[in-house]
Nanobody, 126 residues
């Protein structure tokens, strides 16, 4: 099955920006929708954003709408999450996952995903 690796996390100040990446191990990346999730210490993992196979449809959690932008480059087998105006509430380990499900409006459901990355940590200091 496809393997995923997140990268680009780090420690930043409130108001700063980061772009994190999700690289897939195989060239069939374009067959999958991509979801981004995050988990803060002591909290449940939550949905952040999702993008369809071709990139034509996207979905965002209300908490990040207007600040985060999801994108993908299928030629590079990579998805991205651009995070702007970061706050301490964004501190978490960020995970990407892939699904063969074709309806992006349902991408917030964690049980739809076939493979997960190991996560990349984002720390925002206020």
């Amino acid at each position: 099955q496809v393997q995923l690796e997140e990268s680009g996390g780090g420690s930043v100040q409130a108001g700063d920006s980061l772009r994190i990446s999700c690289a897939a191990s195989v060239s069939t990346f374009s067959n999958y929708g991509v979801g981004w999730f995050r988990q803060a210490p002591g909290k449940e993992r939550e949905f952040v954003s999702g993008i369809s196979r071709s990139g034509d449809m996207t979905l965002y959690a209300d908490s990040v709408k207007g600040r985060f932008t999801v994108s993908r480059d299928n030629a590079k087998n990579t998805a991205y999450l651009q995070m702007n105006s970061l706050t301490a509430e964004d501190t978490a380990v960020y995970y990407c996952a892939v699904t063969i499900f074709t309806v992006p409006s349902a991408y917030s459901r964690q049980n739809l995903y076939d493979a997960w990355g190991q996560g990349t940590q984002v720390v925002v200091s206020s």
